[in-house]
C-alpha cells in the first residue's frame, strides 16, 4: 500500500506563491492533488501518471498553478502563484490506479493533507 506524505502549506497574502510536495513511499499509475474547503466537496486540481508526460491541471487554477514531479524522488509538486482567498483549502495528494483521473472516487490512497491559507 503506498503512503502519501503532503508538505509546503502554509499563510501566504494574496498574489503570493507556495509549493506543495507529495513524497509517495512507492510508484502507483498516477498522482493527483485535490483540495477541500470547509463546507465543500473535496475538488480535483491536478494530475500527471508516472509513465507518460501528460499532466492535467483543472481549467480554474491552470493559468496559476502547475504539477510537475521528481521522479528519482517519487514526489510530486504543485507550484501555485498568484494565490487567491478562495484558493485557501487543505489540499490532499492522492494516488489512482489509472492516468487522468479527475474524479475523487477514482483515487484508492490519499494523504493527510496540507492546509493552505491565503489571507492579508
Known amino acids: 500500500q503506498v503512503q502519501l506524505v503532503e508538505s509546503g502549506g502554509g499563510l501566504v497574502q494574496p498574489g503570493g506563491s507556495l509549493r506543495l510536495s507529495c513524497a509517495a513511499s512507492l510508484r502507483t499509475v498516477s498522482l493527483g492533488w485535490f483540495r477541500q474547503a470547509p463546507g465543500k466537496e473535496r475538488e480535483f486540481v491536478a494530475t500527471?501518471?508516472?509513465?507518460?508526460?501528460?499532466?492535467t491541471v483543472a481549467d480554474s487554477v491552470k493559468d496559476r498553478f502547475t504539477v510537475s514531479r521528481d521522479s528519482s524522488k517519487k514526489t510530486m509538486y504543485l507550484q501555485m502563484n498568484n494565490l487567491r482567498p478562495e484558493d485557501t483549502a487543505v489540499y490532499l495528494c492522492?494516488?489512482?490506479?489509472?492516468?487522468?483521473?479527475?474524479?475523487?472516487?477514482?483515487?484508492?490512497?490519499w494523504g493527510q493533507g496540507t492546509q493552505v491559507t491565503v489571507s492579508s
Open positions: 500527471f501518471s508516472w509513465f507518460g508526460t501528460t499532466t
Open positions: 492522492a494516488a489512482a490506479g489509472r492516468g487522468g483521473a479527475t474524479q475523487a472516487r477514482d483515487y484508492h490512497t
